[in-house]
């Protein structure tokens, strides 16, 4: 059993055991109890209440399609509500799963949602991935056309970064523009990233704080830029729209040896070729 999590860090609360191999298992809803559905509501509350001003329309639009208002979701609910729409399902995890696991998974259109959830205490900040931070920040752009494509193009890059010592690049590829990315619309810069939009001093940070870096998605940057895994970000990279983003994506093959021996970019540091967005 330990071989099985290796690659995984100490101390995760997931029970692994329960596993299967791939590292799914099934989501039991009477696990639930009243208070975790309570603490789905006030942190679904808590965030729809900023999301007009800051959530990109393509992620507000799509949330408000999915059943998410009652309390924690149903995967098998939300999973007929993707296939027709973008070919995805949902299948529940016990937390992080190795990097092998979590790209065999998207390649297929599998997302990983870990099925607890924090507790009370909790609402403002976890270490790990919740339900939470899974399905509400994740999977409103799962219905989106380019952006899923997108992300099932990245699940099949990881087998041939794998093979050439190349998973750091593709890691910053996935926090940059899966957890932390922002998009011009309509004259204003709004957030569409997961880990932005499940935090909510994130969510007005990122898209008003005249602190951090806003600047124009390059992949070749994006793929040397470090990052802060516990602090708010002080670089972002701002996309035009998710057809950019997935068209990107074609290169990014040809790209990665480079990457993986490229000098990094210190998170927060520039780089000459760095094209800034101002906020309006
Ligand atoms: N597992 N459940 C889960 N969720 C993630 O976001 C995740 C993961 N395992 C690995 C991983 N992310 C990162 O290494 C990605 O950057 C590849
Ligand atoms: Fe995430």
């Known amino acids: 059993m330990e071989a099985k999590i290796q690659g995984l860090p100490q101390g995760l609360r997931g029970d692994y055991h329960r596993a299967r191999p791939d590292f799914t298992l099934d989501q039991d809803m009477?696990?639930?109890?009243?208070?975790?559905?309570?603490?789905?509501?006030?942190?679904?509350?808590?965030?729809?209440?900023l999301l007009l001003r800051h959530a990109a329309s393509a992620f507000r639009d799509r949330l408000a399609r999915l059943p998410f208002a009652d309390g924690v979701p149903d995967f098998v609910r939300v999973s007929e509500l993707l296939r027709p729409a973008t070919g995805w399902r949902l299948v529940a995890v016990p937390g992080?799963?190795?990097?092998?696991a979590f790209f065999e998974h998207l390649a297929?259109?599998?997302f990983p949602v870990t099925h607890w959830i924090r507790k009370p205490e909790e609402l403002d900040?976890?270490?790990?991935?919740?339900?939470?931070h899974d399905c509400f920040g994740h999977v409103p752009l799962l219905l989106h056309p380019d952006f899923s494509k997108f992300l099932a193009a990245?699940?099949?890059?990881?087998?041939?970064?794998a093979r050439i010592g190349a998973l750091k690049p593709l890691a910053k590829l996935y926090w940059h523009m899966v957890e932390f990315g922002l998009v011009r619309e309509g004259g204003g810069i709004r957030a569409y990233g997961a880990g932005i939009l499940s935090s909510s001093a994130e969510t007005v940070y990122a898209t008003e704080s005249p602190k951090p870096r806003r600047l124009r998605f390059d992949m070749w940057r994006v793929l040397r830029s470090d990052y802060f895994i516990d602090d708010l970000q002080?670089?972002?990279?701002?996309?035009?729209?998710y057809a950019e983003l997935f068209?990107?994506?074609?290169?990014v093959p040809a790209m990665l040896e480079a990457a993986r021996d490229a000098e990094p970019i210190p998170p927060g540091a520039p780089s000459p070729d760095d094209i800034p967005c101002p906020l309006h």
């Open 96 to 100: 992080l799963i190795p990097d092998g």
């Open 125 to 132: 900040y976890i270490v790990e991935p919740d339900i939470f």
């Open 108 to 110: 297929a259109r599998r």
């Open 234 to 241: 002080p670089t972002y990279f701002v996309i035009g729209d």
């Open 30 to 49: 009477a696990e639930y109890s009243a208070a975790d559905h309570a603490t789905w509501r006030t942190l679904l509350a808590r965030q729809s209440a």
């Open 154 to 161: 990245y699940g099949r890059l990881g087998e041939q970064a």
């Open 247 to 251: 068209a990107a994506m074609e290169r």
